[in-house]
């Protein structure tokens, strides 16, 4: 059973590539964030609760970050625990849920961003091959969710990200 | 703390487009995967186990798709007792362990190919965006290999990813 028996087609080679480079850039992230104590989810949580024009609430939070709702909700949990961010129920209606980022939080935030060799990996990359890649990394970001969307009706339905 | 005291540079940005690109299409390729009821990392084992040149171990399997060693060690144990690799024992040096795809394995292999909508997901993109892409990628696992190697320079020594 040797490669050529595989036939894989270009875009299926093309996937592993992205797949393995993906691995390997997410473990560099994580690695780096262990530096300073951070998981890389915790971080991507403080990052789209600063990015967020609007307030978010815990399944919208889900939906940006790919987590099934129960996941998130533990997440969220662990994170209030740990002081990093806060559950408040001032929206209306009121048993909506929206979760703000504390000053502890706002200070892991800082300390992620303090190390940003991984989140700085596409300088060594030419102006136009930036571009490209992050043209087509929205495009590929609404082609998942349509297909996610088709195979999974529901969760994904009203979903910003 | 608005979005104006972010402050985050251009490949600040880029990093978080493609850190939710990357998440909803690995998504994505897990909600096609459950309809044949195989998981991304073992799809990505067996993919890995197949296109490999040379045998694998444990060790470069881990290496590859960036696991710690023991992680690694536990799936290749749950996927030999689901019957879809096994581990043999026929390399030199005795104690090296090889790991191959059994028929079962191979089934799955192919069960998991049939469904491949998100394999195929860089079809909607135009060739020179695949090429650019394909590229970057490469680039973008290099640098991150670097990366790793520079902050843990042990595991990840003399990988072949």
Known sequence: MGKDTLELNENELLWGRLFLATTLVQRAREVELSRVNISLIQAMVLYALKISPE?????????????????????????EKQGL????????????????????????FQRQRSV????NITSSLTREERETLGSCADKLRLTAKELIRQMQPDPYDESLF
């Open 85 to 108: 961010i806060q559950k408040k129920h001032d929206l209306s209606p009121k048993n909506l849920v929206r979760v703000v980022v504390t000053a502890k939080g706002e200070e892991a």
């Open 55 to 79: 307030p978010l609430t815990p399944s919208r939070l889900a939906k940006m970050l790919c987590r099934e709702p129960h996941s998130m909700s533990a997440l969220i949990d662990r994170m």
């Open 116 to 119: 940003s060799a991984v989140t």
